[in-house]
């Protein structure tokens, strides 16, 4: 079997994401570097100064609670897989999803990427793009994607539904917008 020495893992939250760690364990030696990537993006119309918390108590910008329940959520699952890997980070950036993680694999010299695919086709592929898809056509490493199925126990209707990645406090800011 192939040696890894840096795998690069982007999660998204979702119930899918346990697949993915379960991979890269699979994939690792004691020489393993696994680094966990979490793409913080806000959800569209959602602006990023937009104030968050208690209506007696809206402090915090969407921005900045995205980004600290990010790292909040990453180091759970980087305390699951240190148990299993010898090094393990969690790193949460911001930017385009596939652009980010292609810089991310680039940047941080990585062997292999680890990620999931819901598999969607026509209109919600061309709508929504596939980030697989980018990520590999333009990466400079080995790129092994999984078709992650979707969980009954996940809250979601569908993969294509998924926000699992939101927080409570996110969602609750979408329902203000939206009305």
Do not use: W
């Not at 007696?56 to 699951?80: C, F, G, I, K, P």
């Not at 061309?126 to 009954?152: F, M, Y």
């Amino acid at each position: 079997m192939a040696s890894f020495n840096r795998i690069l893992v982007p999660l998204d939250f979702s119930d899918c994401s346990q697949d993915l760690i379960d991979q890269a364990a699979a994939l690792s030696d004691d020489s393993t570097h696994v680094i966990l990537l979490y793409v913080a993006h806000l959800p569209d119309g959602l602006p990023p100064n937009a104030h968050v918390g208690s209506a007696a108590d809206r402090h915090e910008t969407a921005e900045h609670l995205l980004v600290r329940r990010s790292r909040e959520r990453l180091e759970q699952y980087r305390s699951m897989l240190a148990a299993e890997v010898h090094s393990v980070v969690g790193v949460v950036a911001e930017g385009d999803p596939a652009e980010t993680i292609l810089r991310e694999a680039a940047s941080r010299d990585v062997d292999l990427v680890i990620m999931g695919t819901h598999g969607r086709r026509g209109v919600a592929k061309a709508v929504g793009g596939s980030v697989a898809a980018e990520v590999v056509s333009k990466a400079n490493c080995p790129v092994l994607t999984l078709r992650t199925q979707h969980k009954r126990t996940c809250s979601a209707r569908s993969c294509d539904r998924c926000d699992g990645h939101l927080t409570l406090e996110l969602r609750q800011l979408m329902v203000e917008r939206e009305g």
